[in-house]
Each structure stands twice: as structure tokens, then as C-alpha cells.
Nanobody, 122 residues
Framework: QVQLVESGGGLVQSGDSLRLSCAAS????????MGWFRQSPGKEREFVAT?????YYADSVKGRFTLSRDNAKNTVYLQMNSLKPEDTAVYYC??????????????????WGQGTQVTVSS
């Protein structure tokens, strides 16, 4: 079973940066897409970014967030710059065991981490 552990969240001010990490263990393959979602109270879980051969971002974070992957460490990173209060959410790492897809829906992912809180103050 694949297990994911997120880290790097915290409390920052608007305009600051954070880097989230997601360490994966278990039978994960480099061909499996990995991605990030986020969820705020009262809102549905929202797609943030995914990486396979290329990276794809939600419009709300394009130009500010950068997703990278270290296959040797089975770890993905989400560099978040120019953070806004609207970015406040619990951020979840996920893995899709469906190579060939560019998964941007929660239902397309098979494994999820516990989440890490990101809070951006004004």
C-alpha cells in the first residue's frame, strides 16, 4: 500500500513563500502521476497541480506555484510563492496509479496523505 506524508505547512503572511513536501513509500512507480489538492472549510477539495512527464497547474496558482519531483526519493515538492490569503487551506498530496492520465479530479487519485495546513494572513 502506498503511504504519503506531507510536511512544510505553516503560518505565513501574504506575499511569503512556503515549500511543501510529500514523501511517498510503498509500491510507487515513476510513471504514477502525483499531485496536490487543497481544501478550505466549507469548500470542496480543489485541484492544485499534478506532475507526470510534465506539470499542470490550476489557473489560480499558475505563475506562483511550482511542482517538482525527485523520483530517487519518491518525493514531490510544491514551491509556493507570492502566497495569498485565498491559498489558505489544508493541502493534500495524492498519487494516481493510472499512468497515462493527467489527473485533475480527486476521483482519479488512489492514495492520499493526511494533509498539511497552510495559513496565509493578510
Amino acid at each position: 500500500q502506498v503511504q504519503l506524508v506531507e510536511s512544510g505547512g505553516g503560518l505565513v503572511q501574504s506575499g511569503d513563500s512556503l515549500r511543501l513536501s510529500c514523501a511517498a513509500s510503498g509500491r510507487i512507480f515513476s510513471s504514477y502521476p502525483m499531485g496536490w489538492f487543497r481544501q478550505s472549510p466549507g469548500k470542496e477539495r480543489e485541484f492544485v497541480a499534478t506532475i507526470q512527464n510534465n506539470t499542470y497547474y490550476a489557473d489560480s496558482v499558475k505563475g506562483r506555484f511550482t511542482l517538482s519531483r525527485d523520483n530517487a526519493k519518491n518525493t514531490v515538492y510544491l514551491q509556493m510563492n507570492s502566497l495569498k490569503p485565498e491559498d489558505t487551506a489544508v493541502y493534500y498530496c495524492a498519487v494516481s496509479a493510472r499512468p497515462g492520465l493527467i489527473p485533475m479530479k480527486g476521483g482519479q487519485y488512489d492514495y492520499w496523505g493526511q494533509g498539511t495546513q497552510v495559513t496565509v494572513s493578510s
